[in-house]
């Protein structure tokens, strides 16, 4: 959707002007979209099959094709050598306490 320069066309009492041109997608937008929308028709049954298969079988992912596909290629991957301030974890519940933001911060070592 393209608005015009002179539009006043807002939200909440805001308009746009100087020629801004309102939603329109760049072109690595679309060529993600393109990329995604090719995945799309190219893997999603294969990739909606393995999740009905995990969600069954949690713990034997490798028993599916996909599943054994991902355990195949999974050393072909790089490691992450520093994760940087930005990386988050998740725990495993394993009492009642609630952690704090500062417990539940990134790992500060490397891997290899």
């Not at 041109?21 to 799309?40: M, N, P, T, V």
Request: some cysteine; charged content about 25%.
């Amino acid at each position: 959707m393209m608005w015009p320069a002179d539009s006043s066309a807002g939200t909440a009492g805001q308009s746009w002007s100087g020629g801004a041109a309102i939603g329109l997608q760049g072109s690595l937008a679309r060529q993600f979209d393109r990329r995604f929308d090719e995945w799309r028709r190219k893997y999603s049954r294969r990739l909606i099959e393995f999740a009905r298969h995990m969600a069954r079988h949690p713990y034997l992912g490798a028993a599916h094709p996909l599943g054994r596909a991902i355990l195949k290629n999974i050393g072909r991957f790089p490691l992450a050598e520093d994760l940087g301030p930005d990386w988050y974890r998740a725990r495993k519940v394993g009492s009642p306490r609630i952690m704090c933001s500062t417990e539940m911060g990134g790992f500060r070592g490397h891997f290899t």
